[in-house]
């Protein structure tokens, strides 16, 4: 095991990566406040330009209630591929110049420089990365460098947008200690609340708390959330992400308790993800169903089943799952659906419920979607939804 | 009361019927053997409710008495005894004294009157066979054997019996084994789904020789009598899937291949596969048989190329590597030929040359390739 001492794990984070991938393709909305989101009035704010924070409008707000507080706003429809091509683009800069890296999600990636530093410097190294990414990609991005993968990502956030930050052995705790507790990846809305409520209100106070009560308050993650205060984080840099999951959701024009149109809907959405899994060759072995009402409380419902990617048995635990999960009769906002528990394989038949019909019909089904198009045949429940 | 038994001829009578107890049950009294003794015969009985096993063997004793002692550390403190004369006293309160030439073991014995009571053989039908047959069948069923508790009828193997003779299916909705025999006479055509705990235990206490056992069933009940040993357990009660529709009559291909070349191959290859779906991909081209495997996620991959008799058109295939290797586990021959139509019909695996009396029917469903 490597000493805390010794391990250099920087975290590289692309500043408002879907605004600036608009900026880049329209120079035009560069400096404006700019939303990104679904179109509508219904959807939610996917990202926003800096200018548009000054309004207090943050991401995951509704676009209705962004729209109220800045009515000047551009609104732009996210565009999801182009946003995955520039985050390969990005991808593709760090696999060629480092030698471990995590992709964290869309635009965050840890990168393990430990044992660079003798060769380079690790805060050099880092810089001429920046460097490179922003010149070939075109987007500004900002990075935190230190010895866990904690405290490189609360050094970025601090200097977020276009800043770098070096926090350098045995730094941690007091560049943490006068930071506000919600800046700890982890700590949310209630776990912050509930801290706040005991006073709690910097890092340096949670910090002091004996390791003890932390845990008689919130079990084994007050443990983690003591040690995270602490500037203690040993999780190491993954290097390989396999996609976990497959999903789909939508939104609706408007709320609804039509349970005809939310079937359909459901059945639309699960025939077009077990597709893609067929597509890839991949079995599910959990079905997640999930629901928000128009007050916004979300519900999710999930079965593990055994591994398959076979469409009747998918709408059969999705349709189980709705029915479950849909017991109130409130205005529905949205449906979703994801299949987790991911494994490569195809689909063992079975001898009692599968009939040689029914294979062939799903052969003829698949090869239909794969030469004219997912959608140019689908089931009839799913027609109009 | 008191009798005086050989430690290891008990011992090995015990360990017959010791695996019917469960390691954690419901009753504490079904941790227990029933030992009961009468004129210089001790019988002991164990149980889980569904399963019953008793045992016979010669003691010497003056009194008739009953007593439950726990089974676990009977077995262990038996284990350790080297062979010699046991003396078993037991006191009013069912207190258990076992005196050996090393020494005294005091066990807290149970009242015997909170035993279950064994299942009543009443209105059976029954029939004999040897008992070389009955291992052999279980030995080639019980693989296939579904553990899917939410289809209970899959769960054990079904007997069909009939005047001539007796027949052994299993299936677990992949992949099915019929086992026929046609040297064993029922009193009359009936069927029966046996579960795999009883045959597992069966298979462990049965000799392998040519011994009669004589089967006894009822609407719930099944009885295996083999001399002293007995075991007698609750039947299934479900239909078991029409599995007759689904063996194909029709698979026009036939592979042919050294059994032992084909299951090595598949052991070797299967292990670069995808640990959950074992899936090996088999194209079949003239006389030449290619298996492939692979694990995306780890970058695996398998391939091997084998000689095969095939008179088909070619073929690609994909099945479960495991499935393929237990079948070809469960038979015994040189080769074995497979029957094929299309990529997503059953296959079925016989044996090369069979037995007289005896018929091995192997069907497995193949994983569907996407065209």
Not at chain 2, 190 to 198: A, E, Q, R, T
């Amino acid at each position: 095991m490597l000493l805390s001492k010794d391990r250099h794990i920087a975290h590289f984070d692309l500043d408002a990566f879907f605004v600036s991938v608009e900026t880049l393709r329209n120079p035009k909305l560069r400096g404006k406040p700019l939303l990104v989101g679904g179109g509508s009035d219904r959807g939610v704010v996917a990202a926003c330009s800096y200018e548009a924070r000054k309004f207090g409008i943050h991401s995951a707000m509704p676009m209705k209630a962004a729209r109220r507080l800045c009515p000047d706003a551009i609104i732009i429809k996210s565009d999801f591929e182009a946003y995955s091509k520039y985050s390969r683009l990005v991808t593709d800069v760090i696999k060629d110049s480092v030698p471990v890296f995590e992709k964290a999600s869309i635009d965050e990636f840890y990168i393990d420089l430990t044992g660079m530093d003798r060769f380079f410097g690790c805060l050099q190294f880092t810089d001429q990365l920046k460097k490179k990414i922003n010149k070939e990609s075109g987007l500004p991005i900002s990075w935190g460098l230190a010895s866990n993968k904690l405290v490189s990502k609360v050094a970025t956030n601090e200097v977020k947008p276009n800043g770098q930050l070096e926090i350098p052995f045995g730094n941690e705790k007091n560049f943490l200690a006068p930071l506000s507790i919600i800046k700890i990846p982890g700590i949310g809305r209630e776990t912050g609340y509930k801290l706040l409520k005991m006073g709690v209100e910097t890092v340096k106070v949670l910090s002091e708390i004996p390791v003890e009560m932390m845990e008689n308050l919130m079990g084994k993650p007050g443990i983690d959330l003591w040690r995270k205060a602490n500037g203690i984080d040993e999780t190491p840099v993954i290097p390989y992400h396999e996609q976990k999951s497959i999903s789909t959701e939508s939104t609706f024009q408007t709320d609804t308790i039509d349970t005809h149109f939310l079937h359909s809907q459901l059945v639309r959405m699960t025939e077009e993800i077990a597709f893609q899994l067929r597509q890839q060759n991949k079995l599910t072995g959990c079905v997640t169903v999930k629901l928000r009402y128009s007050n916004f409380e979300t519900f999710t419902k999930q079965m593990t089943i055994p591994y398959t990617n076979a469409d009747h048995i998918l709408l059969k635990t999705a349709t189980a799952l709705f029915n479950k999960l849909y017991e109130r009769r409130l205005l529905v906002r949205l449906l979703g659906i994801r299949f987790t528990h991911l494994i490569p394989g195809n689909y063992q038949i079975s001898l009692f419920d599968d009939t040689q019909e029914m294979i062939n019909l799903y052969q003829a089904i698949d090869s239909v979607k794969k030469r004219f198009g997912e959608k140019t045949i689908i089931r009839a429940v799913g027609v109009g939804a | 009361m008191k009798f005086i038994v050989s430690s290891s001829a008990l011992l090995k009578q015990l360990q017959q019927i010791s695996g019917v107890i469960n390691a954690n049950t419901v009753l504490p009294i079904l941790e227990d053997f029933l030992f009961d003794v009468q004129k210089n015969q001790l019988s002991v009985v164990a149980t889980d409710l569904e399963t019953v096993m008793k045992i016979q063997l010669e003691v010497e004793a003056k009194e008739t008495g009953r007593v439950c002692i726990p089974a676990k550390i009977l077995m262990d403190s038996l284990k350790n005894i080297p062979e010699q004369p046991l003396t078993f006293n037991i006191d009013k309160n069912y207190a258990v004294e076992i005196t050996s030439d090393n020494g005294k073991y005091k066990v807290m014995g149970e009242n015997p009157d909170n035993f279950p009571k064994d299942p009543v053989a009443d209105d059976t039908n029954s029939f004999t066979v040897t008992s070389a047959a009955l291992v052999t069948a279980i030995n080639k069923t019980l693989f296939a054997v579904s553990n899917d508790d939410l289809r209970p009828a899959m769960t054990g193997v079904f007997f069909e019996m009939d005047k001539k003779g007796l027949q052994f299916v299993a299936t677990d909705a992949h992949r099915l084994v019929r086992y026929k025999r046609t040297d064993v006479s029922c009193p009359k055509t009936d069927s029966l789904i046996v579960p795999k705990k009883p045959l597992t235990l069966l298979k462990a206490a049965m000799p392998v020789n040519e011994d009669e056992l004589t089967i006894s069933y009822n609407s719930n009940h099944l009885f295996v009598t083999h001399g002293t040993t007995q075991l007698s357990c609750r039947l299934i009660d479900a239909r078991f899937p029409d599995y007759k529709v689904v063996i194909p009559s029709d698979n026009p291909y036939k592979l042919t291949v050294n059994r032992t070349d084909f299951q090595g191959a598949l052991r070797r290859v299967g292990i670069f596969s995808n640990k959950s779906t074992n899936q090996v991909v088999l194209s079949i081209s003239g006389s030449q048989l290619q298996l492939t495997a692979q694990d995306i996620d780890f970058s695996f991959e398998g391939n091997e190329r084998m000689k095969c008799q095939y008179n088909g058109e070619d073929l690609q295939i994909a099945f479960n590597a495991k499935f393929l290797i237990e079948m070809l586990g469960a038979t015994d021959t040189e080769d074995v030929t497979v029957e094929l139509s299309t990529s997503t019909k059953a296959g079925i695996i016989r044996p090369g040359d069979q037995d007289e009396n005896e018929e091995l029917l192997m069907l497995v469903m193949p994983l569907m390739l996407n065209t």
